[in-house]
Protein backbone atom coordinates (compact mmCIF):
# COMPACT_ATOMS: atom_id res chain seq x y z
CA UNK A 1 0.00 0.00 0.00
CA UNK A 2 2.75 2.40 0.56
CA UNK A 3 4.42 2.22 -2.87
CA UNK A 4 0.87 2.40 -4.63
CA UNK A 5 0.60 5.78 -2.17
CA UNK A 6 4.18 7.14 -3.12
CA UNK A 7 3.10 6.05 -6.75
CA UNK A 8 0.16 8.04 -6.97
CA UNK A 9 1.98 11.24 -5.36
CA UNK A 10 4.50 11.51 -7.79
CA UNK A 11 2.09 10.77 -10.88
CA UNK A 12 -1.14 12.59 -9.63
CA UNK A 13 -2.51 12.77 -13.48
CA UNK A 14 -1.52 9.46 -14.91
CA UNK A 15 -3.13 8.04 -11.53
CA UNK A 16 -6.62 10.45 -12.03
CA UNK A 17 -6.39 9.22 -15.54
CA UNK A 18 -6.10 5.47 -14.54
CA UNK A 19 -8.68 5.60 -12.42
CA UNK A 20 -11.47 7.66 -15.14
CA UNK A 21 -10.59 5.17 -17.50
CA UNK A 22 -11.86 1.85 -15.24
CA UNK A 23 -15.58 2.25 -15.26
CA UNK A 24 -15.95 2.78 -18.84
CA UNK A 25 -13.71 -0.71 -19.20
CA UNK A 26 -15.39 -2.18 -17.10
CA UNK A 27 -19.10 -1.42 -18.07
CA UNK A 28 -18.11 -2.20 -21.60
CA UNK A 29 -16.31 -5.52 -20.17
CA UNK A 30 -19.88 -6.84 -18.73
CA UNK A 31 -21.75 -5.64 -21.57
CA UNK A 32 -19.51 -7.14 -24.16
CA UNK A 33 -18.77 -10.28 -22.37
CA UNK A 34 -21.96 -12.32 -23.48
CA UNK A 35 -21.17 -12.05 -26.88
CA UNK A 36 -17.61 -12.60 -27.61
CA UNK A 37 -17.85 -15.36 -24.64
CA UNK A 38 -20.70 -17.00 -26.06
CA UNK A 39 -18.16 -18.32 -28.77
CA UNK A 40 -15.21 -19.14 -25.96
CA UNK A 41 -16.47 -19.62 -22.96
CA UNK A 42 -20.42 -19.89 -23.06
CA UNK A 43 -21.21 -21.79 -20.10
CA UNK A 44 -19.22 -19.52 -17.84
CA UNK A 45 -21.35 -16.75 -19.63
CA UNK A 46 -24.40 -18.95 -18.84
CA UNK A 47 -23.40 -18.73 -14.91
CA UNK A 48 -22.72 -15.16 -15.19
CA UNK A 49 -25.94 -14.33 -16.33
CA UNK A 50 -28.04 -16.38 -13.87
CA UNK A 51 -25.96 -15.09 -11.08
CA UNK A 52 -26.69 -11.59 -12.55
CA UNK A 53 -30.72 -12.55 -12.60
CA UNK A 54 -30.45 -13.75 -9.09
CA UNK A 55 -28.75 -10.60 -8.17
CA UNK A 56 -31.28 -8.76 -10.18
CA UNK A 57 -34.19 -10.90 -7.93
CA UNK A 58 -32.39 -9.57 -4.81
CA UNK A 59 -32.48 -6.17 -6.01
CA UNK A 60 -35.99 -5.83 -6.87
CA UNK A 61 -37.56 -7.73 -4.23
CA UNK A 62 -35.49 -5.78 -1.22
CA UNK A 63 -36.60 -2.82 -3.71
CA UNK A 64 -40.02 -3.66 -3.14
CA UNK A 65 -39.80 -4.69 0.40
CA UNK A 66 -38.08 -1.56 1.83
CA UNK A 67 -39.92 0.81 -0.52
CA UNK A 68 -43.32 0.06 0.95
CA UNK A 69 -41.58 0.05 4.63
CA UNK A 70 -40.59 3.81 3.18
CA UNK A 71 -44.09 4.22 2.49
CA UNK A 72 -45.71 4.01 5.64
CA UNK A 73 -42.67 5.54 7.43
CA UNK A 74 -43.35 8.36 4.90
CA UNK A 75 -47.22 8.65 6.13
CA UNK A 76 -46.31 8.60 9.90
CA UNK A 77 -43.76 11.57 9.32
CA UNK A 78 -46.53 13.32 7.89
CA UNK A 79 -48.98 12.76 10.42
CA UNK A 80 -47.02 13.82 13.15
CA UNK A 81 -46.71 17.19 14.33
CA UNK A 82 -42.99 17.77 14.48
CA UNK A 83 -43.39 21.49 15.65
CA UNK A 84 -44.89 19.93 19.36
CA UNK A 85 -41.77 17.91 20.11
CA UNK A 86 -39.06 20.83 18.85
CA UNK A 87 -40.88 23.13 21.65
CA UNK A 88 -39.66 20.87 23.94
CA UNK A 89 -36.10 21.59 23.96
CA UNK A 90 -35.16 24.27 25.71
CA UNK A 91 -33.16 25.77 23.53
CA UNK A 92 -35.22 25.75 20.17
CA UNK A 93 -35.31 29.39 19.33
CA UNK A 94 -31.42 29.34 18.90
CA UNK A 95 -32.12 27.37 15.38
CA UNK A 96 -31.43 29.30 12.48
CA UNK A 97 -31.49 26.97 9.24
CA UNK A 98 -30.35 28.67 5.86
CA UNK A 99 -31.91 27.49 2.24
CA UNK A 100 -29.28 28.25 -0.65
CA UNK A 101 -31.21 27.74 -4.01
CA UNK A 102 -28.26 27.87 -6.89
CA UNK A 103 -30.15 28.90 -9.99
CA UNK A 104 -29.49 29.42 -13.48
CA UNK A 105 -32.23 30.90 -16.18
CA UNK A 106 -35.06 29.63 -14.00
CA UNK A 107 -38.20 31.06 -14.89
CA UNK A 108 -39.41 33.37 -11.81
CA UNK A 109 -42.73 31.14 -11.35
CA UNK A 110 -40.46 28.59 -10.56
CA UNK A 111 -38.30 30.44 -7.93
CA UNK A 112 -41.66 32.41 -6.79
CA UNK A 113 -43.33 29.12 -5.95
CA UNK A 114 -40.70 27.40 -4.41
CA UNK A 115 -40.67 30.37 -1.99
CA UNK A 116 -44.38 30.08 -1.85
CA UNK A 117 -43.82 26.52 -0.20
CA UNK A 118 -40.90 27.57 1.87
CA UNK A 119 -43.09 30.55 3.33
CA UNK A 120 -45.72 27.77 4.25
CA UNK A 121 -43.36 26.29 7.06
CA UNK A 122 -44.86 25.28 10.46
CA UNK A 123 -41.64 26.15 11.83
CA UNK A 124 -41.00 30.09 12.45
CA UNK A 125 -40.08 31.74 8.91
CA UNK A 126 -38.13 34.68 10.73
CA UNK A 127 -35.64 31.98 11.36
CA UNK A 128 -35.80 30.06 7.92
CA UNK A 129 -33.08 32.92 5.94
CA UNK A 130 -33.08 32.41 1.68
CA UNK A 131 -30.17 32.86 -0.48
CA UNK A 132 -31.19 32.88 -4.38
CA UNK A 133 -27.50 32.15 -6.21
CA UNK A 134 -27.63 33.70 -9.07
CA UNK A 135 -25.21 33.15 -12.06
CA UNK A 136 -22.90 35.87 -12.77
CA UNK A 137 -23.65 35.58 -16.24
CA UNK A 138 -27.72 35.84 -16.43
CA UNK A 139 -26.80 39.47 -16.46
CA UNK A 140 -29.73 41.82 -15.33
CA UNK A 141 -32.09 38.91 -15.88
CA UNK A 142 -31.11 37.57 -12.84
CA UNK A 143 -31.06 41.10 -10.73
CA UNK A 144 -34.68 41.89 -12.33
CA UNK A 145 -36.13 38.46 -10.70
CA UNK A 146 -33.91 39.65 -7.70
CA UNK A 147 -35.50 42.59 -6.99
CA UNK A 148 -39.08 41.43 -7.92
CA UNK A 149 -38.87 38.31 -5.73
CA UNK A 150 -37.39 40.32 -2.96
CA UNK A 151 -39.96 43.03 -2.91
CA UNK A 152 -42.82 40.23 -3.40
CA UNK A 153 -41.46 38.13 -0.56
CA UNK A 154 -40.43 41.16 1.71
CA UNK A 155 -41.38 40.39 5.82
CA UNK A 156 -42.05 36.75 5.07
CA UNK A 157 -38.55 35.46 6.21
CA UNK A 158 -35.72 35.60 8.21
CA UNK A 159 -33.84 37.24 5.64
CA UNK A 160 -33.89 36.81 1.70
CA UNK A 161 -30.68 37.59 0.02
CA UNK A 162 -29.78 37.13 -3.64
CA UNK A 163 -26.20 36.71 -4.68
CA UNK A 164 -24.30 36.90 -7.87
CA UNK A 165 -21.88 34.21 -8.86
CA UNK A 166 -19.30 35.20 -10.75
CA UNK A 167 -17.00 32.92 -13.32
CA UNK A 168 -13.84 32.60 -11.19
CA UNK A 169 -10.44 30.75 -12.77
CA UNK A 170 -10.00 27.15 -11.64
CA UNK A 171 -13.95 26.66 -11.24
CA UNK A 172 -16.27 24.41 -13.12
CA UNK A 173 -19.71 26.33 -14.35
CA UNK A 174 -22.26 24.67 -12.39
CA UNK A 175 -23.99 23.74 -9.13
CA UNK A 176 -21.49 22.36 -7.16
CA UNK A 177 -19.52 25.72 -7.77
CA UNK A 178 -22.10 28.12 -7.13
CA UNK A 179 -23.86 26.13 -3.91
CA UNK A 180 -20.25 27.06 -2.78
CA UNK A 181 -20.43 30.74 -3.37
CA UNK A 182 -24.04 31.40 -1.90
CA UNK A 183 -23.22 29.47 0.94
CA UNK A 184 -20.06 31.11 2.14
CA UNK A 185 -22.18 34.52 1.24
CA UNK A 186 -24.89 33.04 4.02
CA UNK A 187 -22.00 32.43 6.47
CA UNK A 188 -20.65 35.80 5.88
CA UNK A 189 -23.87 37.30 6.11
CA UNK A 190 -25.45 35.64 9.45
CA UNK A 191 -22.81 34.10 11.27
CA UNK A 192 -19.64 36.82 10.92
CA UNK A 193 -21.74 39.79 10.94
CA UNK A 194 -25.11 39.23 12.46
CA UNK A 195 -22.90 36.89 14.74
CA UNK A 196 -25.66 34.36 15.38
CA UNK A 197 -23.80 30.66 16.98
CA UNK A 198 -23.11 28.81 13.89
CA UNK A 199 -23.27 25.74 15.80
CA UNK A 200 -27.11 26.28 15.87
CA UNK A 201 -27.42 27.12 12.20
CA UNK A 202 -28.08 24.16 9.58
CA UNK A 203 -27.87 25.07 5.69
CA UNK A 204 -29.62 22.96 2.70
CA UNK A 205 -29.31 22.91 -0.33
CA UNK A 206 -32.52 22.99 -2.42
CA UNK A 207 -33.34 22.75 -6.16
CA UNK A 208 -34.56 25.77 -7.31
CA UNK A 209 -37.94 23.36 -8.71
CA UNK A 210 -37.95 21.67 -5.62
CA UNK A 211 -40.95 21.88 -2.98
CA UNK A 212 -40.12 21.17 0.59
CA UNK A 213 -43.15 19.55 2.49
CA UNK A 214 -44.08 22.49 5.16
CA UNK A 215 -43.03 20.21 8.49
CA UNK A 216 -39.78 19.89 7.00
CA UNK A 217 -37.96 22.30 8.70
CA UNK A 218 -39.83 21.22 12.00
CA UNK A 219 -38.69 17.66 11.84
CA UNK A 220 -34.76 18.96 10.74
CA UNK A 221 -35.28 20.72 13.95
CA UNK A 222 -36.21 17.94 16.05
CA UNK A 223 -33.92 15.26 14.92
CA UNK A 224 -31.06 17.90 14.78
CA UNK A 225 -31.56 18.87 18.39
CA UNK A 226 -31.94 15.05 19.57
CA UNK A 227 -28.85 13.98 17.93
CA UNK A 228 -25.77 14.15 20.09
CA UNK A 229 -23.93 13.69 16.92
CA UNK A 230 -25.61 16.18 14.54
CA UNK A 231 -22.15 17.83 13.53
CA UNK A 232 -21.62 14.71 11.47
CA UNK A 233 -24.88 14.19 10.23
CA UNK A 234 -26.37 14.96 6.59
CA UNK A 235 -30.01 14.79 6.02
CA UNK A 236 -32.24 13.65 3.52
CA UNK A 237 -35.66 13.80 2.62
CA UNK A 238 -37.33 11.62 -0.69
CA UNK A 239 -37.06 13.54 -3.25
CA UNK A 240 -40.17 12.58 -5.74
CA UNK A 241 -40.35 13.85 -9.18
CA UNK A 242 -44.56 14.50 -9.13
CA UNK A 243 -45.17 18.06 -9.29
CA UNK A 244 -45.81 18.07 -13.03
CA UNK A 245 -46.39 14.21 -13.67
CA UNK A 246 -49.37 14.82 -15.11
CA UNK A 247 -48.36 17.37 -17.94
CA UNK A 248 -44.68 15.31 -19.44
CA UNK A 249 -45.00 12.22 -22.13
CA UNK A 250 -46.04 8.71 -21.41
CA UNK A 251 -41.94 7.57 -21.42
CA UNK A 252 -40.91 10.87 -18.87
CA UNK A 253 -43.91 9.67 -16.73
CA UNK A 254 -43.20 6.02 -16.28
CA UNK A 255 -39.54 6.98 -15.97
CA UNK A 256 -40.03 9.80 -13.21
CA UNK A 257 -42.67 7.47 -11.72
CA UNK A 258 -40.48 4.37 -11.05
CA UNK A 259 -37.60 7.07 -9.80
CA UNK A 260 -40.35 8.60 -7.49
CA UNK A 261 -40.84 4.96 -5.76
CA UNK A 262 -37.12 4.25 -5.91
CA UNK A 263 -36.18 7.40 -3.83
CA UNK A 264 -38.31 5.65 -1.08
CA UNK A 265 -36.23 2.30 -1.38
CA UNK A 266 -33.03 4.38 -1.25
CA UNK A 267 -34.03 6.81 1.83
CA UNK A 268 -34.54 3.25 3.92
CA UNK A 269 -30.94 1.87 3.32
CA UNK A 270 -29.42 3.80 6.12
CA UNK A 271 -26.36 1.82 5.83
CA UNK A 272 -25.93 2.94 1.99
CA UNK A 273 -27.77 6.14 1.86
CA UNK A 274 -25.85 9.28 0.34
CA UNK A 275 -27.21 12.92 0.10
CA UNK A 276 -29.21 13.36 -3.40
CA UNK A 277 -30.27 16.39 -5.01
CA UNK A 278 -31.63 18.49 -1.77
CA UNK A 279 -30.50 17.70 1.78
CA UNK A 280 -29.47 19.49 5.42
CA UNK A 281 -26.57 19.49 7.54
CA UNK A 282 -25.15 21.49 10.28
CA UNK A 283 -23.88 24.86 8.76
CA UNK A 284 -20.60 23.88 11.24
CA UNK A 285 -19.71 20.89 9.14
CA UNK A 286 -19.79 22.54 6.09
CA UNK A 287 -17.58 25.31 7.00
CA UNK A 288 -15.13 22.92 8.87
CA UNK A 289 -14.92 20.74 5.74
CA UNK A 290 -14.47 23.59 3.02
CA UNK A 291 -18.11 24.25 1.63
CA UNK A 292 -18.36 22.73 -1.80
CA UNK A 293 -16.00 21.45 -4.33
CA UNK A 294 -15.57 24.52 -7.20
CA UNK A 295 -13.59 22.22 -9.58
CA UNK A 296 -16.43 19.24 -10.32
CA UNK A 297 -19.53 18.95 -11.53
CA UNK A 298 -21.34 16.43 -9.40
CA UNK A 299 -21.98 17.96 -6.24
CA UNK A 300 -23.93 15.99 -3.74
CA UNK A 301 -22.01 12.32 -3.63
CA UNK A 302 -18.77 14.55 -3.75
CA UNK A 303 -19.77 16.20 -0.58
CA UNK A 304 -20.60 13.14 0.95
CA UNK A 305 -17.17 11.78 0.40
CA UNK A 306 -15.29 14.81 1.15
CA UNK A 307 -16.67 15.04 4.69
CA UNK A 308 -16.66 10.97 5.24
CA UNK A 309 -12.90 11.34 4.40
CA UNK A 310 -12.12 14.52 6.29
CA UNK A 311 -14.12 13.70 9.61
CA UNK A 312 -12.76 10.20 9.63
CA UNK A 313 -15.26 8.31 8.19
CA UNK A 314 -17.98 9.40 10.98
CA UNK A 315 -20.23 11.10 8.76
CA UNK A 316 -23.14 9.49 7.33
CA UNK A 317 -26.94 10.18 6.13
CA UNK A 318 -29.78 10.54 8.41
CA UNK A 319 -33.38 9.59 6.64
CA UNK A 320 -36.54 12.26 6.61
CA UNK A 321 -39.36 10.02 5.69
CA UNK A 322 -40.92 13.88 4.29
CA UNK A 323 -41.44 14.22 0.60
CA UNK A 324 -39.81 16.67 -1.64
CA UNK A 325 -41.61 16.98 -4.20
CA UNK A 326 -39.56 18.06 -7.66
CA UNK A 327 -40.43 18.63 -11.30
CA UNK A 328 -39.97 15.72 -13.88
CA UNK A 329 -37.91 17.09 -16.98
CA UNK A 330 -39.70 18.93 -18.79
CA UNK A 331 -39.21 21.20 -22.29
CA UNK A 332 -41.33 22.90 -24.84
CA UNK A 333 -42.69 20.01 -27.45
CA UNK A 334 -42.32 16.22 -26.69
CA UNK A 335 -38.91 15.34 -28.41
CA UNK A 336 -37.21 18.32 -26.41
CA UNK A 337 -38.71 16.65 -23.17
CA UNK A 338 -37.10 13.49 -24.20
CA UNK A 339 -33.91 14.97 -24.98
CA UNK A 340 -34.14 16.74 -21.69
CA UNK A 341 -34.67 13.89 -19.85
CA UNK A 342 -31.54 11.73 -21.46
CA UNK A 343 -29.41 14.75 -20.56
CA UNK A 344 -30.70 14.98 -16.95
CA UNK A 345 -30.00 11.32 -16.28
CA UNK A 346 -26.64 11.35 -18.27
CA UNK A 347 -25.32 14.10 -15.83
CA UNK A 348 -26.82 12.19 -12.54
CA UNK A 349 -24.48 9.00 -14.77
CA UNK A 350 -22.05 11.68 -14.47
CA UNK A 351 -21.79 11.20 -10.68
CA UNK A 352 -18.97 8.22 -12.06
CA UNK A 353 -16.35 10.93 -12.52
CA UNK A 354 -16.11 10.79 -8.45
CA UNK A 355 -14.69 7.57 -8.77
CA UNK A 356 -11.13 8.57 -8.74
CA UNK A 357 -11.46 10.90 -6.18
CA UNK A 358 -13.08 8.02 -4.10
CA UNK A 359 -10.59 5.73 -4.92
CA UNK A 360 -7.90 7.79 -3.57
CA UNK A 361 -8.73 8.66 -0.79
CA UNK A 362 -9.70 5.20 -0.01
CA UNK A 363 -5.88 4.86 -0.40
CA UNK A 364 -4.64 7.64 1.10
CA UNK A 365 -6.62 7.96 4.04
CA UNK A 366 -5.32 6.48 7.50
CA UNK A 367 -7.95 7.98 9.30
CA UNK A 368 -10.88 5.72 8.24
CA UNK A 369 -11.03 2.38 10.15
CA UNK A 370 -10.61 -0.13 6.02
CA UNK A 371 -13.02 -2.30 6.39
CA UNK A 372 -15.71 1.32 7.03
CA UNK A 373 -14.50 2.70 3.91
CA UNK A 374 -13.91 -0.17 2.14
CA UNK A 375 -17.28 -1.03 2.53
CA UNK A 376 -18.65 2.52 1.61
CA UNK A 377 -16.16 2.57 -1.51
CA UNK A 378 -17.24 -0.90 -2.91
CA UNK A 379 -21.12 -0.35 -2.91
CA UNK A 380 -19.95 3.58 -4.67
CA UNK A 381 -18.57 1.25 -7.00
CA UNK A 382 -21.46 -1.33 -7.42
CA UNK A 383 -23.92 1.19 -8.04
CA UNK A 384 -21.97 3.07 -10.38
CA UNK A 385 -19.98 0.22 -12.57
CA UNK A 386 -23.65 -1.51 -13.03
CA UNK A 387 -25.84 1.40 -14.15
CA UNK A 388 -25.48 0.99 -17.93
CA UNK A 389 -25.02 -2.50 -17.45
CA UNK A 390 -28.06 -4.16 -15.54
CA UNK A 391 -30.44 -3.65 -18.44
CA UNK A 392 -27.85 -5.53 -20.90
CA UNK A 393 -27.49 -8.38 -18.06
CA UNK A 394 -31.29 -8.85 -17.76
CA UNK A 395 -32.78 -8.24 -21.17
CA UNK A 396 -30.62 -9.52 -23.63
CA UNK A 397 -28.28 -11.31 -21.77
CA UNK A 398 -30.08 -14.93 -21.67
CA UNK A 399 -30.55 -14.72 -25.48
CA UNK A 400 -27.29 -14.49 -26.58
CA UNK A 401 -25.01 -17.86 -25.57
CA UNK A 402 -27.75 -20.05 -26.96
CA UNK A 403 -28.26 -17.48 -30.31
CA UNK A 404 -25.12 -17.19 -31.29
CA UNK A 405 -23.43 -20.49 -30.40
CA UNK A 406 -25.62 -23.41 -32.08
CA UNK A 407 -23.40 -25.71 -30.62
CA UNK A 408 -23.87 -24.85 -26.85
CA UNK A 409 -27.68 -24.67 -27.71
CA UNK A 410 -27.65 -27.94 -28.08
CA UNK A 411 -26.48 -28.60 -24.59
CA UNK A 412 -28.31 -29.17 -21.20
CA UNK A 413 -27.33 -25.82 -19.80
CA UNK A 414 -27.86 -23.67 -23.31
CA UNK A 415 -31.73 -25.03 -23.58
CA UNK A 416 -32.54 -24.30 -20.40
CA UNK A 417 -30.54 -21.13 -19.82
CA UNK A 418 -33.14 -18.88 -21.38
CA UNK A 419 -35.84 -21.11 -19.17
CA UNK A 420 -34.02 -20.82 -15.70
CA UNK A 421 -33.45 -16.69 -16.41
CA UNK A 422 -37.03 -15.86 -17.59
CA UNK A 423 -38.44 -18.13 -14.44
CA UNK A 424 -36.21 -16.12 -11.88
CA UNK A 425 -36.98 -12.46 -14.01
CA UNK A 426 -40.51 -13.61 -13.84
CA UNK A 427 -41.04 -13.60 -10.18
CA UNK A 428 -39.27 -10.13 -9.82
CA UNK A 429 -43.17 -9.04 -11.53
CA UNK A 430 -44.01 -9.26 -7.63
CA UNK A 431 -41.82 -6.15 -6.93
CA UNK A 432 -42.72 -4.07 -10.12
CA UNK A 433 -46.51 -5.12 -8.93
CA UNK A 434 -45.67 -3.30 -5.52
CA UNK A 435 -43.57 -0.59 -7.35
CA UNK A 436 -46.95 -0.07 -9.35
CA UNK A 437 -49.44 0.07 -6.40
CA UNK A 438 -46.81 2.39 -4.39
CA UNK A 439 -46.89 5.18 -7.63
CA UNK A 440 -50.70 4.94 -7.53
CA UNK A 441 -50.45 5.85 -3.97
CA UNK A 442 -47.91 8.46 -3.68
CA UNK A 443 -48.34 10.56 -7.04
CA UNK A 444 -50.72 13.12 -7.23
CA UNK A 445 -54.51 12.61 -8.75
CA UNK A 446 -55.43 14.17 -11.83
CA UNK A 447 -56.53 17.98 -10.84
CA UNK A 448 -60.14 18.33 -12.75
CA UNK A 449 -60.39 15.38 -14.53
CA UNK A 450 -63.11 13.02 -14.45
CA UNK A 451 -60.91 9.69 -15.07
CA UNK A 452 -62.28 7.47 -17.70
CA UNK A 453 -63.16 3.85 -16.68
CA UNK A 454 -60.08 2.40 -18.93
CA UNK A 455 -57.89 5.24 -17.67
CA UNK A 456 -56.47 2.91 -14.30
CA UNK A 457 -55.90 -0.16 -16.80
CA UNK A 458 -54.26 2.86 -19.28
CA UNK A 459 -51.93 3.88 -16.59
CA UNK A 460 -50.69 -0.05 -15.60
CA UNK A 461 -50.29 -0.64 -19.15
CA UNK A 462 -47.98 2.01 -19.61
CA UNK A 463 -45.54 0.41 -16.87
CA UNK A 464 -44.83 -2.55 -20.48
CA UNK A 465 -43.09 0.02 -22.15
CA UNK A 466 -40.50 -0.13 -19.16
CA UNK A 467 -37.66 -2.34 -21.40
CA UNK A 468 -37.62 0.36 -24.08
CA UNK A 469 -38.05 3.10 -21.50
CA UNK A 470 -35.05 1.62 -19.23
CA UNK A 471 -32.37 1.44 -22.22
CA UNK A 472 -33.11 4.86 -23.17
CA UNK A 473 -33.39 6.48 -20.18
CA UNK A 474 -30.93 4.57 -17.89
CA UNK A 475 -28.23 2.25 -20.01
CA UNK A 476 -28.50 4.62 -22.73
CA UNK A 477 -27.41 8.10 -20.61
CA UNK A 478 -24.81 5.98 -18.38
CA UNK A 479 -22.78 4.20 -21.10
CA UNK A 480 -22.44 7.49 -22.42
CA UNK A 481 -21.51 9.02 -19.41
CA UNK A 482 -18.76 6.43 -18.92
CA UNK A 483 -17.42 6.48 -22.36
CA UNK A 484 -16.75 10.41 -22.79
CA UNK A 485 -15.17 9.54 -18.83
CA UNK A 486 -13.01 6.99 -20.17
CA UNK A 487 -11.77 8.91 -23.56
CA UNK A 488 -11.49 12.43 -21.63
CA UNK A 489 -14.27 13.63 -23.45
CA UNK A 490 -15.93 15.42 -20.03
CA UNK A 491 -18.90 16.83 -20.25
CA UNK A 492 -20.10 20.43 -19.24
CA UNK A 493 -23.12 21.14 -16.80
CA UNK A 494 -26.03 21.17 -18.35
CA UNK A 495 -29.08 22.86 -16.88
CA UNK A 496 -32.25 20.71 -17.43
CA UNK A 497 -34.40 22.81 -19.08
CA UNK A 498 -37.93 23.62 -16.55
CA UNK A 499 -41.12 24.75 -18.24
CA UNK A 500 -42.42 27.37 -15.72
CA UNK A 501 -45.67 26.45 -14.02
CA UNK A 502 -49.19 26.55 -15.04
CA UNK A 503 -52.10 27.65 -13.66
CA UNK A 504 -53.65 24.24 -12.41
CA UNK A 505 -50.85 22.44 -12.46
CA UNK A 506 -50.62 19.76 -10.31
CA UNK A 507 -49.43 19.68 -6.96
CA UNK A 508 -48.24 16.88 -4.40
CA UNK A 509 -48.50 18.54 -0.97
Known amino acids: MKKIRKWIKRHPVRTKRALEIIPG ?69 KIQHIVVIPTYKEPISTLRRTLEHLGKQTFPTSKIHIMLSFEDREGEAARAKALELSQEFEGVFGDLWATYHPDLPGEVKGKSSNTSWGAKEAKRILVDEKKIEIDYVTITSEDADVLLNEQYFACLTYHFLDNPERYQLIWQAVLMFYNNIWRVPLPVRVFSSIASVMQLYVVTRKDRLINFSTYSASLAMIDAIGYWDVDVIPEDWRLFFKAFFKMDGKVRVEPLFLPINADAAESRGVMKTLYSQYEQVKRWAWGVSDTPYIVEKWIMSDNVPFWEKTIRVLRVLEDHFLWPVNWFAITLGALLPPLLNKEFSRTIIGKTLPQVTSGILTLCLVALFAII ?28 TMPVIGFFFTALPGIDAHTRLMLGKYIEYKVTEKVAPRDGEVKNE
Open 25 to 93: VTSWFLILFPVWGSFVIPEIVAYYIIGFSVYWFYRSMTTAALATLGYFKLKSYQAYDWMADVKLFPDWQ
Open 437 to 464: ILNFRLRPKRDGRRIPILTPLWEVLEFI
